[in-house]
DNA sequence: GGGTCTTATCGTCAAACTGACGACAATCGA
DNA sequence: TCGATTGTCGTCAGTTTGACGATAAGACCC
């Protein structure tokens, strides 16, 4: 076969909800080049590794989380020449949403890994390393759109989840406000978004609510709309 | 830089609406492995070449289509270890819409390539070669997806076309049957969906249409709904 | 125990949207 | 002139949305 060879390497965007906001797991480069700015986790995939597999191993050591529960997704593939100054790299992003644990971040790599705000990051490109502003802004935007018509926001809650905690993965997410009556309307009467478990919580204080785990639906129908 | 260096390709899904039918660019296989299958078109990536750029590339080289105006957008990135006999391969899948061109299919490449109907193609894994039933799969169903809540119909078409005729693509890429009378009122108050051009045509008999072009809208609110 | 605060949940109502379908308009070919 | 064909406008009932009032069920304070 006729080709150049070129370095294939996995990005992750690892995505949670914590203290009503959304924020992202970033590495402070520790060598050259961006040495001192933000960069996503990643790194090349191994000979034998498929794409995911490699994405899932990095969540792993990144995270610790034995990532099989660990919603992932591709997002897209970046590949410009320049796009990192040391070679020809291409690299696969990965979207990843995880519950807000009370893990601590156990980066078995170097560098210091810890949850930014995303709102933060976007603000300015050159925060962050490579063109992994544009990553961020792409993956991001892919869980925005992804809420509205897949009952993915599950992804960022516990097992067993109220409506009022649901509802602020979509205001973390979306950065907008829902009205609590029609969101529980729209959650609960959406065929196979949440289905109740039958024990209450007060963990939010107030009146005790009904605490509700994942349904079994792939798509909302209709959608959840923003805004 | 301490990396395993692998072939990165990119492969194309072209489909077009021909006689009522969703149909995509194929090409039939000279050669082992997988010789007398279809196959998608694509090659690798050059050196110094983005990976769209290598797209649209393959793009012009397969359709004699000169690509700007021509709608294309990254669909996935597949890389198995095992899915290509040959060798580690990473291919980039990109997805082209486009109109019912009356251009002859100019390969320049070698092997036929010609039309063939994507339900025929879906029907059984086993015509494609390598996982290309795979990526045909993901790209039809992006496609089939983003007509619901984007304006990218009007890529299947002519710059001016009626209403009927941009009904006919939805009918031919979600494989149902649309009342004309919803569908024009729907079409023509979506805002920015599709423009007014003034003139008429009567090219499909009956009573004279409206000749529309297509509008500035990038989604569209709320969106259409298959079947 | 009685207020008061907080969050949960149910209900109401008008506006918007959908899906089914009737009716009429404008052309062509016989 | 008469169908046949396709385009376009209307009507109507059922559904969904968004705004918002009202009540429920705890915790906290005195």
Redesign the pocket.
């Known amino acids: 076969m006729d080709y150049e060879p070129l370095g294939v390497a996995a990005d992750l965007v690892i995505l949670t909800v914590r203290d009503g906001s959304l924020q992202v797991l970033l590495i402070r480069r520790g060598i050259a080049p961006y040495r001192g700015r933000w960069a996503l986790p990643g790194g090349f995939v191994r000979p034998k590794e498929d794409l995911e597999e490699a994405a899932r191993r990095e969540l792993a050591e990144e995270t610790g989380l034995g990532s099989e529960r660990i919603h992932l997704e591709q997002v897209a593939t970046y590949g410009e020449p320049g796009r990192d100054p040391r070679g020809r790299v291409v690299s696969v992003a990965y979207l990843a949403l995880v519950p807000d644990l009370p893990t601590p971040v156990a980066g078995t790599d170097a560098a210091s890994a810890s949850w930014v705000a995303v709102a933060e990051m976007l603000e300015d490109p050159r925060r962050l390393a490579f063109d992994h502003h544009r990553i961020l802004t792409d993956a991001v935007e892919r869980a925005r759109a992804k809420l509205e018509y897949s009952p993915l926001a599950a992804a960022f809650c516990p097992d067993e989840f109220?409506?009022?905690?649901l509802r602020g993965i979509y205001e973390a997410v979306w950065g907008v406000l829902l009205?609590?009556?029609?969101f529980?309307?729209?959650a609960?009467k959406t065929d196979g978004f949440v289905v109740p478990v039958g024990a209450?919580t007060?963990r939010?204080?107030?009146?005790?609510?009904?605490l509700f785990r994942r349904g079994p639906a792939v798509t909302l129908h209709?959608?959840?709309?923003r805004g």
């Open positions: 109220t409506i009022s905690e009205d609590p009556r029609n529980h309307r729209k609960t209450t007060t939010d204080g107030g009146r005790p609510a009904q209709p959608p959840l709309t």
